[in-house]
């Protein structure tokens, strides 16, 4: 049995993607499953922080500015990996990349299990964020590598849903072991894993399907920052990036900082009754993502499908931001909603991705992942910041910074939609 993917042409001195050679089952669900391992524990590690929250908060007696840039230093260190990783890619390929910064990760988990300060959460975190640098981006550059372009959007999006897995680890998983054996004991066993996760991935994957060799434009360029130039100077991109900047921060916000936060202080759940919230959103984001995978070819049509999911996204984050203590049930409906209908990301990544050749996949993927990290890192540390407007009430915060949250992210939200609607369309039918 094979599967269709995407094999490359050089011609000129040009990589072309071009339908298609035969790959066999195996290598290619073996890339998938790997893929898959590697952004679980992506996801569980930016996500950690959402469930365990009010405890780390306590225990190391923390602000909410300071939890806000505990959060953010693991969106900063992907921030500043990306140009090294986006040259690593298109030099030394994703496997051997991945693989090295896999240590990081490793070491960022353990120092999870000791920390006693602040500045010792937001160390960890930062090397955790080192670790997980090239996990998604390499998804990316891989994918696109192994698979034709009119499936981009849906290969993609089942990678991305299966990385959903990560995060139902960091809800109820999570919150138990929290309960019974304290948060620091998860991050023993999320250490041994990372460190499996990057002994595999050295094993089992390789950077081009088989029988295609590495197209000559990479093996010639000798001059790698000229190739990010070339990237920065593609037509349309920075239309495309200012809602990059936004789409993924806002849902990871609300799910990764404030959900936990929220959830305690205006509905007073208990950690394992968050752990479960967590979950049922991170079902959703899996669902809706499965959901958007198809639907690019159906309509045909990448930008109109970002534009409507991210268009009812503002809406739900205004309803959030209209009531101070909304009903329970119309919380959690909320909350999920948001996380189904805003999972168009794969598709968004998938647009960004069609404005580059192949020989500058790794630069250009990085590049747009930039856009995104800038948001992950800005959203979290100007979000919390806003509670320090309202008094506080006891450890927590008032309902009153939430909907301000809430408002805000809905408003970075609109504006990289705005900019966003007025760029070329990405139609897989003519790629």
């Not at 230093?73 to 921030?79: D, M, N, R």
């Not at 993502?289 to 970002?306: E, H």
């Not at 404005?355 to 959203?379: E, K, M």
Request: aromatic share 10%; net charge positive; charged share 10%.
């Amino acid at each position: 049995m094979a599967l269709r993917v995407a094999s490359l042409e050089v011609c000129a001195g040009k990589a072309d993607m071009k339908q298609a050679s035969d790959v066999p089952v195996r290598a290619a669900l073996c890339l998938m499953a790997m893929l898959a391992f590697v952004t679980i524990l992506s996801q569980f590690f930016r996500s950690s922080l959402g469930v365990i929250g009010p405890e780390v908060i306590r225990e190391l007696g923390l602000s909410s500015g300071e939890l806000g840039l505990a959060n953010a230093s693991f969106f900063i260190a992907l921030l500043l990996a990306q140009i090294p990783v986006g040259l690593a890619f298109d030099r030394i390929g994703p496997r051997l990349t991945v693989t090295l910064l896999s240590g990081f990760a490793v070491a960022g988990a353990l120092l999870h299990t000791s920390v006693e300060t602040a500045c010792g959460l937001v160390a960890s975190r930062f090397l955790l964020g080192l670790g997980c640098a090239a996990s998604f981006m390499a998804t990316i550059v891989l994918s696109t590598r192994w698979y034709a372009p009119s499936l981009w959007s849906t290969v993609l999006s089942w990678t991305f849903a299966l990385s959903q897995l990560g995060i139902v680890l960091s809800g109820t998983p999570l919150a138990f072991v929290a309960s019974q054996w304290g948060w620091r004991s998860a991050f023993i066993v999320a250490a041994a894993l990372a460190a499996l996760a990057g002994l595999l991935f050295w094993v089992l994957v390789r950077d081009y399907p088989p029988g295609v060799a590495r197209p000559a434009a990479a093996r010639l360029d000798d001059r790698p920052l000229a190739g990010l130039l070339q990237v920065l100077r593609t037509p349309g991109l920075y239309r495309v990036l200012a809602l990059q900047l936004v789409a993924y921060s806002s849902i990871a916000t609300v799910m990764g900082l404030w959900a936990g936060p929220y959830l305690f202080d205006v509905h007073e759940l208990s950690p394992l009754a968050r752990g479960n919230v967590l979950v049922a959103m991170a079902f959703a984001q899996t669902v809706g993502t499965l959901c958007y995978g198809p639907l690019d070819r159906l309509i045909n049509s990448r930008k109109w499908l970002v534009m409507g999911g991210g268009s009812l996204s503002v809406m739900i984050l205004l309803a959030l931001a209209a009531v101070p203590k909304p009903s329970f049930a119309a919380a959690l409906t909320l909350l999920i909603l948001l996380c189904f209908i805003g999972s168009y990301g794969p598709v968004l990544v998938a647009h960004t991705r069609s404005l580059f050749p192949d020989h500058l996949a790794g630069r250009g993927a990085t590049t747009g992942n930039i856009a995104q990290l800038l948001g992950s890192v800005g959203l979290p540390l100007t979000t919390g910041l806003l509670p320090l407007a309202f008094p506080s009430i006891g450890a927590g915060y008032a309902p009153a910074a939430y909907q301000l949250i809430f408002l805000f992210i809905a408003v970075c939200l609109a504006a990289g939609l705005a900019c966003y609607g007025t760029a070329a369309d990405s139609r897989p039918k003519e790629l």
